[in-house]
């Protein structure tokens, strides 16, 4: 049986010292999400990418850039 796809929440990093970071600060401060690889439809510099519910993207990216992590690109795919 096929598992069913959703629509998700992704942050691309250009490099994996970005997406460490973002996986740290995360940890520390209880954000929602994970680190995944890059989806194929999406092309970024380090292969790694945040993955999270599309409803937490304004929180995801606030925090984010208040802790001074860059990403390259943000998208909502169904994966």
């Known amino acids: 049986m096929l598992k069913k796809k959703k629509p998700a929440f992704i942050i691309a990093f250009d490099a994996t010292i970005q ?5 740290r600060h995360a940890a520390k401060c209880g954000l ?3 680190l995944i690889p890059v989806p194929r439809e999406i092309t970024a510099g380090c292969g790694l990418a945040w993955k ?3 409803e937490e993207e304004e929180l995801l990216l606030s925090s984010f850039k ?3 992590i860059k990403w390259a690109s943000t998208h909502v795919l169904s994966i």
């Not at 997406?19 to 996986?23: G, W």
């Open 32 to 34: 929602p999400g994970r």
């Open 66 to 68: 208040k802790a001074g």
């Open 52 to 54: 999270a519910e599309p």
């Open 19 to 23: 997406a460490m970071a973002a996986d």
